[in-house]
């Protein structure tokens, strides 16, 4: 059946050459070509690239996949073993084999991540993350939490949809995917243009879509992996991590279901040390759900934006996440197709772990409670110094250097305090020789 705004076939091939020329993805080439393909139909959607502000917006990976001659069933099953290696190291773990690296059955890293090889993981905190990660995109999780905590998040999910049923009905992608339809659920069904939530889709008449439920920013991704890993531990993001790997690659798998969901559920089931309730869950989804007034301080990176590496650092997203989440040095760098400096993401994080229900939580697990109330300036052990506010960037670099100071307090000519700066935040300023220059 002729569907409109699907994108032709040789622009499909020549986004895809475009995009794997300047490229690389923290994985092998195979997982690589995955991604990039399924990259296409969102870029198509948006008219980017070589789409050239053209969108098309029935655009689905099989018409993508198809476009570039491959076998569908192939990349299907490529996809589908990639979600098999992550439930089947699940599954071993409930069954109470011992697990202490992210790899598969065959020795290689799960997601073709080369640092899992040698990276120590606790298996059982790992199974939490990849719970409460097929849970918090759950439309009905995401409802829960926004009557909780009083906020819009706003989500749907993908459902099986009759292609001729849609254009009677004077409906495409674009609409199905970013206007409300909750209060229309139960008219699509008894119309015949949801199909259902399972199956394998006909490809003549059928598509797999998204239906948007209820409008809001939505979650983001990166600050799910974040939140988790400082909430619990590094090892629950990389679960959270890994639960948002099988959201991606169930778009375009054998059978179209909900398998981060269902993962969930076993876990849930038979996992007995699991030691999460749905009201961290609910927790975990109100804090990385994107305020509506900051949007553009959130990323909401794809697989494929977690792991693309930065040219100029040399880091991926993925990795400085957990950097941030373990303590380490944090490099500035553009993510998500926002564009957005880590360290300024990194900044909400913290803005935003204030409002932590269970504050005791936050990286200090043997802190007694009694300890809380301990007076803060017993705490303050920093030497700072204070430069004023006309002070250029080699003046503070100077008083860093001439001093013992770790904080610098800015002020101004009446002694009113303006803000602080840490060698840290000089970062953004290194060029490729490691000194310092100004930038516009």
Known sequence: MFLHSVAPRELVQADYEVLRSYERLETNPEIEDLLFIQSLEGRAHNGAGIFNKRTYVNTTIDDVVRALGRNTDEIKARRQAIIDDITEFAQAVMNGERRDKLINAKGEPILGVRAFLDRKVNARDVLRGLYAGGLRDNPDIRK?????????????????IDVKTMIDMNLDGERLAHEAHEDRIEEYQRRGLIIGTEGVPDPKTQRYFYIRHRIGPGQSDDAAMIMAGVLYNVDVALGIFMADAIDTLEKYAPVCKDQDGA???AIGRGFKDLNLTLEDVYELVWLCAIPEAEEHLVPDSSLRYLMAIDPRSGQCAFKSHLDFIEGKPIVPFPISF???????????????????????????????????DKPIVTMLNKEFGVVPKEATVSDVVRKFKETKSEILIVQDKNGKVLGTISPFDLLYYLDDRGSYHARA
């Open 144 to 160: 829960e939490a926004e009557r909780i905590y009083k906020t819009r998040i706003g989500g749907g999910r993908l459902y099986i």
């Open 263 to 265: 993962l969930s559920f």
């Open 338 to 372: 926002k564009r957005i400096l880590t360290t300024q993401f990194y900044e909400f994080i913290n803005r935003r772990l204030i409002n932590v229900r269970k504050f005791e939580k936050l990286a200090m697990p043997n802190l007694k409670i009694a300890e809380l």
